[in-house]
């Protein structure tokens, strides 16, 4: 099962499920305090016809005056008592008093047989809720495997028409040498191939194998591809330290390539690009667009732009919390956008 499916899995459940669980206590409330009730209905009784029979051992009696003391009603003070009248006597009432050592026993004894009957009638609303959180995302989850299956065929149909074209173009360089229109249609050529990766990404969710990485080395390289591709901009390194951790190489390649590739493709006219490596930081910095709307601009599908179709920073969003890294968003429209990625949470050599 894959992890947005999990996700969906355990809220929808845990939604399902608690909904039934606050149902089945404020049943059990009603039901204590109806057992309540009809107990002490009974001890009630009890006393009733000890008060005729005088042969009830479990209650205490004694002679009270009837002036201080009611009939027709049970007392629950330091146990149970209760008063009624003796046919022979205008002056007293006879008092039964049940011990309040008693009184807490059997109360512990409906107790615990309620407990007993509310943790199996939980295991088996436990059961209820998995089923049918279960039957409930079966079509959800046909449909994104529909999806899914999709979209590894258009991946496969990607492969021959991108391989060739990487073919021929290198075939033509080698033979023309270096050229103004080739240079573009390779970066033509290395978008798709970013959104390739993008989408294949998008259909992984194995963990990652981790190892010993030179961050800022995979970092210049991926900043110096990309500034080939754009000429027309800017670009500026500045490593002050480096930064060798435990991760994924391919994976950091990815987030470097997303956010590099989007600093110079939004960016204005002329514009530039800033890479720092700065103590447990890495800052790339723009002077693009800038985001409207940071809290959503993660978001799977959502874009501000005309092109793109608005998986690149979701999917960087998915890569960084695989990797434990921390990342902060400062943007301001038609000014710019600075992605600041913190690696201090991760294991340095």
Not at 215 to 236: D, G, H, M, Q
């Amino acid at each position: 099962m894959k992890r947005y499916e999990k996700e969906s899995l355990f809220k929808n459940f845990l939604v399902f499920f608690s909904l039934l669980e606050v149902l089945l206590v404020l049943l059990f409330i009603e039901l204590y305090t109806s057992k309540i009730k009809e107990y002490k209905q009974s001890i009630y009784k009890t006393m009733n016809v000890c008060s005729y029979t005088m042969e009830c051992r479990e209650f205490e009696n004694s002679f009270v005056e009837k002036e201080k003391n009611k009939l027709n009603e049970l007392f629950d003070d330091n146990g149970l008592h209760a008063y009624f009248t003796i046919p022979s006597s205008k002056e007293f009432y006879i008092k039964f008093s049940y011990s309040k050592a008693n009184y807490v026993q059997d109360l512990q004894e409906i107790k615990n047989v309620l407990w007993i009957k509310f943790i199996l009638a939980s295991l088996l609303l436990f059961a209820i809720a998995l089923f049918f959180t279960f039957y409930s995302l079966n079509p959800i989850r046909k449909a994104l495997r529909i999806n899914d299956e999709f979209i590894k065929d258009i991946l496969h149909d990607f492969n021959t028409p991108i391989t060739s074209m990487i073919l021929n173009i290198k075939m033509f360089t080698e033979e023309k040498g270096e050229d103004l229109f080739i240079k573009r249609i390779t970066q033509s050529i290395n978008s798709i191939t970013l959104l390739q990766n993008n989408l294949k990404s998008f259909l992984q969710h194995s963990p990652s194998q981790n190892s010993e990485v030179d961050v800022a080395s995979v970092l210049k390289s991926r900043f110096n591809i990309v500034k080939e591709n754009y000429p027309k901009l800017t670009f500026e390194y500045h490593e002050r330290n480096d930064l060798i951790y435990i991760s994924n190489q391919e994976i950091l390649t990815r987030i470097f390539d997303n956010l590099l590739s989007n600093a110079a493709k939004y960016n204005k006219p002329l514009g530039k690009v800033t890479v720092t490596v700065e103590k447990t930081q890495i800052i790339i910095k723009d002077t693009g667009k800038g985001i409207k709307n940071i809290d959503k601009v993660m978001q799977r599908y959502y874009t501000e732009q005309e092109r793109g179709i608005g998986l690149g920073l979701h999917i960087v969003q998915k890569l960084i919390d695989e990797l434990n890294i921390e990342m902060k968003i400062e943007s301001k429209v038609a000014v710019g956008t600075t992605f600041i990625l913190d690696f201090r949470y991760l294991k340095k050599i």
